[in-house]
């Protein structure tokens, strides 16, 4: 099958409606659960994960606060306001720079990003990230709004962008410009985890990019500039966190995850996500071809879904009486048993155990009997 | 997770209710407890957007910020949050029992009782050490001054939320942790941090089981959110036009009042379902029996208070922005010490904890089938009782010979292992001990210090003893490896004007 191919069967799947655009937030994601297939196939695809999450009547949960986007924007404008003033003195501080000049490219077209294409716009960042990249001479750029691109189970996807791409002397480093709070020198870990993870992606895409034309990869810094308000304050401050764990994780990650020509060779020729709207923009399919055509292909639900995907609550429905629902360490502490009435039956010694599950029954075996003993109020 | 917990799990998804991981309670649950529940505002660091807080069920008071960005209005939640909370902590300053240290020779002074804070999730934790952390260094004098009882109160929360990291200490609890640690349900450890759902695994409404219940308690518009973030629908629909509506209101006293009477409602009406899911979850914990050694863990608790508050009548400045090294690693050996003190404690309290480590072989329960109490060993200089007994056992057992094991029930005995042999008819494992301390001083055992023939017995690798401090260096000769002497950022010091300066909007 052609890449061609792979693009009209996915062009397929997702049916008539426009594709989602990806940002590094989904990519993140992403290798959070890279054995998902249901997640691969519909995130390859474009589909509206939460569109159809609420169709199936499995709405997802997460909605943002006006308030949080209102503080983040406000912050982000901040630090960008007068050719990025405050964000330059930061960069001269943090990275050591003594940059006399620094021009400010913003990549985002005038007439509005929505209309271009992505390849027009992904065509723009790579001339002036490359003639950059060439031409290193004392002055540095900042490239607002670059538009790039990374592989995806051998799809190409475009980032929609949320960051600022910064290059000295021939060298560049992600800027990720954050609203959480840093409060003596502290943030929250999960936040700048993900802060981490997503400028990541950004690095590995900047870097494929030069790559591919011909420059060192390395001249795109493991070291992201993460831009956030200081202590209780909304005065930025900046901090270099070193990507190179988040980018390894993730190379690791996205090679692991199965070609998508593989996964689509296996699903019915005739799969469709199609809401088939009506021209007042009604979908007029019926909701349970929808679950069925989910059903057909595999899930993998973690409780750790229910923050990251839009079908979570579908999946988790789907999953129930699965050990694996419970919770990864309460899966492998009950011996890696897929089912809930499995371990159970083991437990209680009303199942012979299959040879592979010998070790886990004689464990879950004595687990059972100590558990009866303490609470039948044996002396310990 | 250990595979007790994990099976519990799995009986709880099967029988469709919670299921006990413990046979006691682990935590002191205080006559007088207050409740904590803050709302904060999305986006912000910590913003305060309201709180119901107080020590009767039935009278909650409501604390609201109907300006959240508003530096003064902010300042004001505090100093209100302090005439509750303040007068609290007082009032557990009445009666101080004297405690003997240093072997009897000196007594010091301890409170017979102490504060409990509970909020309802480690993000309400979290929520009090930056409310502390903002409110510490405040002035009551120079710029931007605040009413006194501010960075009193930032003292005291800085306090409370350091000592919820002290593992086994109850002066500040989380609900859902004191929950979890008695109850397992057919959720993940994720789900349970959802207060409502974790409650009604435990405790359903009549009529429904504990899975039902928890699924429609994720309903946001019946069980909103139990903070300290709100639902960013409620923020969206509800929230944003009331906000709006109070600052529209401008300097119009009548349409003020009313635009705040508004706000004040919709936020009572996201907080007081959580309000009483607190109290609920109190009496459920309160309905278990305590476990023997809670009561010496409160009394730390009640030594850690009565210090703090002496330490405040002595002047006492902030806490530092952050622990320089030296403070930092005793502060970490402490942590550790008490980690593994508790751990070992629960499992002396409570045969299901302890089955925990029967299972992996670092405890075994067996009956005594030979005793030998008056054995006397003078093999050495002086004649010394060294009684033994075999017991037999049908639990693991990865203990070898040499190694020292001791039994709950005789915590100041220690016993060697002297042979482990697997009976040959495979029926378990006979396990010889020989027993040293606990005995009485003559040179036989004073009686009920030996297990009698027919007694079930659990002897253990976990020790409970004496484990002594680490050595460090003095604060002022930390080494350059480490930073050397602590910076004004680490050191307790007055806050400076300048601290005081510090932007909060």
């Known amino acids: 099958m052609t890449s061609m191919n792979t693009a009209e069967r996915l062009a397929a799947i997702r049916g008539g409606a426009k594709p989602k655009r990806h940002n590094a937030r989904t990519i993140a994601a992403l290798t959070r659960n890279p054995g998902c297939a249901r997640r691969a196939v519909l995130d390859c695809a474009g589909i509206d994960k939460q569109r159809l999450a609420a169709y199936v009547d499995f709405p997802a949960r997460f909605g943002q606060s006006q308030f949080a986007i209102a503080r983040g924007n406000a912050f982000e404008a901040q630090v960008k306001a007068d050719g990025a003033a405050e964000l330059l003195t930061l960069l001269r501080e943090r990275l050591g720079l003594s940059i006399p000049e620094v021009a400010y490219d913003d990549l985002a077209s005038v007439t509005g990003r929505e209309q271009e294409s992505p390849e027009v716009r992904y065509a723009r960042t790579r001339t002036l990230l490359i003639r950059a990249a060439t031409g290193a001479g004392d002055a540095g750029t900042l490239f607002d709004h670059p538009l790039l691109r990374i592989n995806v189970a051998g799809q190409p996807v475009y980032l929609e962008p949320d960051l600022i791409a910064f290059q000295a002397g021939g060298r560049f480093h992600v800027v990720e410009i954050k609203s959480f709070a840093i409060v003596d020198g502290q943030a929250d870990a999960g936040k700048v985890s993900s802060a981490a993870i997503q400028s990541a992606v950004y690095v590995l895409a900047m870097r494929e990019l030069l790559a591919e034309a011909g420059f060192d990869p390395e001249i795109v810094s493991h070291d992201v500039v993460l831009v956030c308000p200081r202590d209780f304050s909304n005065r930025p401050t900046a901090v270099l966190v070193d990507v190179r764990k988040q980018l390894a994780v993730l190379r690791r990650q996205l090679g692991r995850m199965t070609r998508i020509d593989e996964l689509l060779a296996a699903l019915p020729p005739d799969l469709s996500f199609d809401l088939a709207p009506d021209a007042a ?41 699965c050990t694996a629902a419970l919770g990864p360490a309460t899966r492998e502490a009950l011996g890696g048993i897929d089912r809930v009435e499995t371990a159970l039956a083991l437990a209680h010694d009303v199942l012979p155990p299959a040879e592979e599950q010998a070790e886990a029954a004689a464990l879950l075996q004595a687990a059972a009997r100590l558990r009866a003993e303490a609470l039948a109020g044996a002396p310990a | 997770m250990s595979t007790l917990v994990a099976l519990a799990r799995a009986e709880a998804v099967a029988a469709g209710f919670a299921q006990r991981t413990t046979t006691v309670r682990h935590l002191h649950v205080a006559a007088r407890p207050l409740v904590f529940v803050p709302l904060s505002m999305a986006g912000e660091a910590n913003a305060p957007l309201a709180a119901l807080v107080g020590t009767d069920p039935a009278a909650p008071r409501l604390l609201v910020v ?61 929520f009090t050490r930056l409310l502390g952390r903002s409110t510490r260094f405040r002035r009551t004098d120079g710029d931007y001054p605040v009413h006194p009882s501010v960075p009193l109160l930032g003292r005291w929360l800085t306090f409370l939320a350091d000592r919820a990291e002290h593992p086994g200490s109850c002066l500040l609890l989380a609900m859902t942790e004191a929950l979890t640690l008695h109850w397992a349900t057919g959720q993940s450890p994720l789900e349970d941090n959802h207060l409502a759902a974790l409650l009604a695994w435990i405790d359903p409404p009549d009529g429904l089981t504990g899975a039902e219940a928890a699924a429609r308690a994720e309903d946001p518009l019946t069980w909103p959110p139990a903070g300290p973030l709100t639902d960013p629908t409620f923020d969206n629909e509800v929230l944003a036009p009331l906000i709006a509506a109070y600052a529209e209101a401008g300097d119009d006293p009548g349409r003020q009042a009313r635009a705040r009477e508004a706000l004040a409602e919709a936020l009572r009406g996201q907080l007081a379902p959580t309000w009483r899911l607190m109290w609920r979850g109190l009496a459920l914990l309160r309905d278990l029996p305590p476990g023997a050694r809670v009561a010496q863990r409160w009394a730390e608790d009640r030594d850690a ?90 639990d693991p057992v990865q203990v070898t010979p040499g190694t020292a094991v001791y039994s709950p029930d005789r915590p100041q ?37 030996v297990p009698e023939v027919g007694e079930r017995v659990c002897y253990t690798t976990l020790s409970d003893g004496f484990m002594p401090p680490g050595e460090f260096p003095a604060r002022e000769e930390t080494p350059w490896t480490h930073g050397g002497p602590p910076t004004a950022d680490e050191e307790a010091v007055e806050p400076t004007a300048e601290d005081a300066l510090e932007e909060w909007e």
């Open chain 1, 281 to 321: 923009g009604v979908p007029t399919r019926d909701p349970a071809a929808i679950v069925t055509a989910l059903r057909a292909i595999d899930a993998r639900y973690t409780p750790d879904c229910l923050a990251v995907c839009e079908l979570a609550y579908f999946c988790r429905h789907e999953a129930r009486g």
């Open chain 2, 305 to 394: 208070f009565t210090g703090f508050a002496s330490y405040l009548d002595e002047g006492g400045h902030p806490q530092p922005r952050r622990d320089g090294a030296v403070v930092a690693a005793q502060r970490l050996h402490r942590l550790e010490r008490a980690l593994q003190s508790y751990a070992v404690q629960r499992a002396y309290d409570d045969p299901l904890v302890m089955a925990d480590y029967r299972l992996t072989g670092e405890a075994f329960v067996g009956e005594v089938t030979l005793a030998d109490p008056n054995r006397i060993d003078d093999s050495g200089r002086r004649r010394v009782l060294r009684p033994r007994i075999m017991l037999r056992t049908t």
């Open chain 2, 66 to 126: 109907p300006q959240p960005r508003n530096r003064d209005q902010r300042f004001r939640f505090a100093a209100e949050l302090a005439e509750v909370l303040l007068p609290y902590l007082d009032s557990f300053r009445g009666v101080a029992e004297a405690v003997p240290v240093n072997r009897g020779k000196e007594i010091r002074h301890r409170y017979v009782d102490a504060p409990q804070v509970l909020v309802p999730n480690p993000a309400g934790i979290q």
């Open chain 2, 413 to 449: 005995q220690k016993a060697r292992v002297v042979l482990v042999t697997p009976r040959p008819d495979g029926t378990g494992t006979d396990v010889v001990l020989e027993l040293t301390g606990g005995l009485g001083r003559a040179l036989t055992p004073a009686p009920g210090s």
